[in-house]
């Protein structure tokens, strides 16, 4: 997954279509990137927060889908997801179609360069897809400013972004949002030892929009 980041778009495309066929033929949704603890982690903030279940919430870079598959069984009601490679918007309607979960919005959608539409949302969820713009070897600041912008668009004041990546420290990631938004907590994540030193290898922080 990180890998691909640094390739073309087409890439993304290349690896969705295998992942396509593999549903196909046995049913297999793929990947879950940060596995499925890292989904667990978002429903779970969003429950213990009391988050009512019709708030309308986007999930940029979706992928196949199958984070909201996950919140619509927690009985979200108001889901949308985007991401800009049609063959992962073509898995994901797969996956929701298996999963009867019609009600469902996907959309191919380009998040650096959303239309006017994609706006109003009460939360945006995003597990990678900062990631996967901040290695891309073509301006990547000007992309990462971009995605700021865009999820400014995206979001409502006072709205909620949970940011899960293991490319960014906390540190990191308040300075990449410092313009907008403000932080409001660092969920819990698997940590590691080496060298005698404790750290995680993925950080999942919310924040809430100004």
């Known amino acids: 997954y990180l890998v691909l980041s640094l390739f073309p778009d087409s890439s993304w495309d290349a690896a969705y279509d295998r992942e396509l066929q593999t549903f196909q033929d046995i049913g297999d949704a793929g990947e879950i990137w940060f596995g499925e603890e890292s989904m667990a982690r978002v429903i779970r903030w969003l429950e213990n927060h009391k988050v009512p279940l019709d708030s309308s919430v986007l999930d940029i870079g979706t992928g196949n889908g199958v984070l909201l598959i996950e919140l619509a069984k927690s009985g979200y009601t108001n889901l949308t997801g985007i991401d800009y490679s049609p063959s992962a918007i073509k898995l994901a309607e797969k996956v929701r179609e298996k999963e009867g979960m019609s009600d469902i919005k996907l959309k191919v959608e380009d998040f650096l360069a959303s239309s006017a539409e994609l706006a109003g949302f ?80 993925v950080t999942a922080l919310v924040f809430q929009r100004k």
């Open 122 to 201: 009460d939360i945006c969820i995003d597990k990678g897809t900062f990631d996967a713009i901040s290695l891309n070897p073509e301006n990547a600041v000007g992309k990462r400013k971009q995605y700021v912008r865009s999820l400014c668009s995206a979001l409502k004041p006072e709205g909620f972004f949970l940011v899960t990546s293991c490319n960014w420290t906390k540190e990191e990631l308040l300075n990449e949002f410092r313009e907008g938004f403000e932080i409001l907590e660092e969920l819990p994540t698997p940590k590691f030892c080496f060298g005698g030193r404790i750290g995680n290898s």
